[in-house]
């Protein structure tokens, strides 16, 4: 579906992502995983359009996305979610502005009343109630802004959605919560997802195969199982190793309790303050 | 978006007497100025030499001038072609600026290099200069009067709505827009001329004035408004000469073009504040010492009584103000970090953690007060110190490091000044020693020496934090705070800061109370943890003991939530 072939960037004569290839097929969740520097974010800005790439390819279907009218012509197909959902949301408009621009711009103008039914669709399937509708950002909380760019991007009905770091900003509970929404989401149908993300413990929940992005080049690539357990090149190995380990007991503790806890853990984390 | 505008409008006038009196001025005047042929009779340029120079009386209310016309008369009339000049040319002058701003700073390369040209040399001529040339040019009225003020005036606004334009055009939501493929006239309009809509605001408001000014200088060389009829900055050129014999001459206009002026920088400040989504929050109240300074002196951290202690703190917003008053952030929270002890604080956003690290800096500000309860420092009650006690604690005995490093950092100050200026600002360290201080303590967080003429821009994430570091125990605390130090770094990074940190710890016998939201960071580093919850503490207990056995369900909540369980357990590595 997305296929992006030696891409190359440079930034101020320094090769920020180098001859850097893969591809996404439909239905498939893909991690991108690297320290910080790797050039996860600007592959991903180059398949958003957001920046032109010094050399190779990126293809979506037919469509060559390098150049501008690929890139329109891919259109609504592929959306994104970034890191910081503060910022991503213009703080002067409201949750139905917010989610109408995306609509308006694919699917013109409707009635009002039509364009609430799909609004409240769309805050259903991010699991975020109706009446935030009349909201600004800053009366939401962190989470519920992050959710909103995900309801943002999936009104557009993408095929490929690429999230750049979408937990990193979350609580560990809202974290969690994110992720089983986005499992849900690809559960029932949704698009392909291409995870960025410094995580292995993210990787490991939702991703079905990993991509490991060293100084602007791919040094392992595969499903995840294999590439987690028997990492090969020392760069995973090393990133393995510096991902911070569930201490030893709870993760012993947690298969005892969690079972039977769970719905009180659901109770109590739904209690959690929203702000 | 408007009725939101209005609504804050009203509310902010509703709180500020002054700006109902200026408003209800204005108001009155701008009316006054609107009905002048119905509120006065006199014609304003009907001369009578009989009654020159009158004071103001019944019938000539404000007096009259050196060719015994009235000046009440000539005000009003004159403020019909004053004002309405001053509007229309600000909207020209704004309409041309905003558009050439926006265009030339969002979309740059060859639009940007043409308009900045443009801009440039329009700029090079002085103002009024090239306003007389163009009016002149065109011959005078009062259509080549505005023309040739909107002219000269646009560049500046470009210019400067140009570099708003580039600030926003680099916000998330324009780049979000931008990957929703919102088309580039409604990103334009909808996301950054909306954000602009501010400094626009005041921009407007605070060119009135300085049109008027120039409306009146132009019309004074004739140029504008032609000498008979009435006009504010005329007036003020007629009466000049006379100022000692009929002051009201010049007070009349004078005072009228104060008050607009006046107003107008005074709603653009109001109208620019209802613009902004979020409440803005007043500055940091300066307490000015009551009494000679009292250097608290923290004895050395040898006892076994608890550096830092809350007993019962209880913290409200208390501003009447804020939309949040009488919110509680922290209810009777009680607990201690000992000498030699490293204390994890873990929570969720709201959870109140972050106000906890505050209050241990003495640097809780309104609209937060510390309502309940007790903080002490190696046993003494902090509740007396006042702005310079704290000044002596802080980076001396208590050392901070935050999250954003980047922030954390002066970007046109070197490494090593910035670490030196702490040292600097305590008589902690000789003048002496500071030099082998400051090398010392670079090696301590694992940095090269190069790195102290080095600036921050210059350095990694993680090279700015051991940055941060350093400056926070460079005068050997005896306590440090650690808030979410490791949030903004990636793994590698953030597992090497925490060793860092750990080390440090043991090495000067540093206490620690280490923040977080994130209990794999506090499980690698803290011997004891708290857990907060919406202001009250939930759980305490050793690292080891609180981990294995968590009591309180919502402890186990935050231990089912660490991602990387759902399929297999992480490989574990002792």
Redesign the interface.
């Known amino acids: 579906m997305l296929s992006v072939e030696s891409l190359t960037k440079r930034y101020q004569g320094q090769d920020a992502v180098c001859g850097v290839s893969f591809s996404v097929a439909p239905g498939e969740i893909v991690g991108l995983v690297g ?3 790797s050039g996860k974010s600007t592959i991903a800005r180059c398949i ?3 920046e032109r790439p010094d050399a190779g390819l990126i293809r979506y279907g037919d469509a060559v996305l390098t150049d501008r009218a690929g890139r ?1 012509a891919a ?2 197909a ?3 979610v ?1 890191q ?1 959902p ?8 409201t949750v139905r502005r917010i989610l109408s ?2 609509l308006e ?2 699917f013109g103008r409707e009635p009002s009343a039509a364009r609430t039914v799909r609004l409240h669709a769309l805050l259903l399937q991010v699991t975020l109630s109706a009446d935030l509708l009349a909201r ?3 009366e939401l ?2 989470g519920q802004c992050q959710r909103l ?1 995900v309801a ?2 999936l009104a ?1 009905g993408p095929a490929l959605l690429v999230l750049d770091e979408p ?2 900003a979350l ?7 994110m ?1 089983a929404m986005l499992r849900d989401l690809h559960a029932a149908g949704g698009p392909s997802f291409l995870l960025i993300t ?5 990787v ?2 939702i991703c079905q195969r990993v991509l490991v992005l060293n100084a602007g080049r791919i040094v392992e690539a595969g499903p ?1 199982a294999r590439v987690l ?1 028997k990492p090969s090149h020392p760069v995973t190995r ?14 012993a ?2 298969d005892r ?2 079972d039977c ?1 769970k719905p ?2 659901d ?3 739904q209690r ?4 | ?1 408007a009725d939101r505008l209005l609504r804050n409008l009203a509310a902010a006038l509703r709180r500020d007497p002054l700006g109902c009196v200026l408003l209800a001025l204005v108001g009155t005047l701008v009316l006054l100025c609107l009905l002048a042929p119905i509120v006065t009779r006199t014609d304003p340029t009907a001369t009578d030499f009989a009654r020159m120079l009158m004071p103001p009386s019944a019938e000539n209310w404000l007096g009259t001038d050196d060719f015994g016309r009235d000046v009440f008369a000539r005000l009003l009339f004159g403020g019909r072609t004053s004002l309405g000049v001053a509007a229309v040319a600000v909207m020209i002058v704004m309409g041309i600026g905003v558009v050439a701003g926006i265009v030339a700073g969002y979309f740059g390369g060859a639009v940007d290099l043409v308009l900045g040209k443009l801009i440039d040399v329009l700029m090079a001529f002085p103002r009024l200069v090239l306003a007389i040339a163009v009016a002149a040019l065109m011959g005078g009225g009062i259509a080549s009067l505005i023309v040739a003020i909107s002219v000269v005036a646009w560049p500046a606004y470009a210019r400067i709505l140009r570099a708003f334009t580039l600030q926003v055009a680099n ?3 324009v ?9 580039v006239w ?1 990103i334009l309009g ?2 950054v001329a ?2 602009l ?1 501010g400094p626009i605001l005041v921009l407007a408001m605070l060119d009135l004035g300085n049109l008027i000014l120039a409306i009146s200088a132009l019309s004074f060389l004739g140029l504008g408004v032609a000498p008979p009829g009435p006009e504010w900055g005329s007036m003020l050129n007629e009466g000049r000469a006379l100022i000692e014999i009929a002051p009201w001459m010049v007070l009349a206009p004078g005072m009228a073009i104060f008050l607009v002026v006046l107003s107008a920088n005074y709603f653009a400040d109001i109208a620019r504040d209802s ?1 902004e ?2 409440a803005v929050h007043g500055p940091r109240d300066w307490i000015a010492p009551s009494r000679p300074v009292a250097r608290p002196e923290l004895p050395s951290p040898n006892t076994k009584e608890p550096l830092l202690s809350f007993e019962g703190v209880t913290v409200d917003v208390v501003d009447p103000r804020s939309p949040y008053c009488g919110r509680r952030i922290l209810q009777e929270v009680s607990f201690w970090v000992r000498p030699r002890e490293c204390v994890g604080l873990i929570g ?4 109140g953690k972050s106000t906890l690290a505050m209050l241990a800096m003495g640097l809780t500000r309104p609209p937060l007060a510390l309502t309940g309860g007790a903080v002490l420092l190696s046993g003494t009650n902090t509740a007396a110190w006042r702005w310079d006690d704290w000044r002596g604690v802080r980076g001396r005995h208590v050392g901070l490091v935050n999250q954003d490093p980047l922030s954390a950092l002066n970007p046109v100050l070197t490494i090593g000044d910035q670490i030196s200026e702490v040292m600097a600002a305590h008589d902690a360290v000789p003048t002496g020693a500071r030099a082998g201080r400051l090398r010392a303590v670079v090696d301590d967080v694992g940095l090269p020496a190069s790195v102290v003429g080095r600036y921050p821009h210059e350095l ?2 993680g090279m700015r934090q051991r940055v941060v570091i350093a400056m926070a125990i460079v005068n050997r605390p005896a306590l440090l705070i650690a808030d979410e130090p490791t ?1 903004a ?8 800061i ?1 060793d860092l940190i750990r080390d440090l710890g043991q090495q000067y016998g540093l206490s620690v109370l280490f923040v977080s ?5 506090i ?2 580093v803290a011997d004891r943890v708290v857990i907060l ?2 202001g009250r503490v939930v759980e305490t207990g050793t ?2 003991a609180v ?4 009591r309180e ?2 402890t ?19």
């Open positions: 320290a910080s520097g958003l359009g957001l329109r259109g609504r592929i959306q994104a970034f910081d503060r910022s991503s949301l213009n703080p002067r408009w621009e995306p711009t694919w600004y950002p800053h909380s962190t760019c943002r991007a557009c937990l990193s609580d560990v509970s809202v974290q969690a919560r992720l410094h995580d292995f413990a993210v490991r929940e995840v357990d090393s990133l393995l190793l510096d991902a911070l380990p569930l201490p030893f007991q709870t993760a503790a947690l309790w969690v806890t009180t853990l109770v109590a984390i959690t303050p929203s702000s | 978006m916000e998330g939501y780049q979000a827009a931008r990957t929703l493929g919102t088309p409604r909808g996301h909306l954000n809509i613009t989504g979020r969720e956003s709201g959870s990694s994430g949030t770094l990636d793994v590698s990074t953030q597992r090497r925490l939201h994130d209990l794999r960071v499980a690698r919850r919406e690292t080891a981990f294995a056995a968590p369900p919502y186990r909540a935050l231990m089912a939530a660490i991602p990387g369980q759902h399929r297999q357990p992480q490989p574990v590595e002792v």
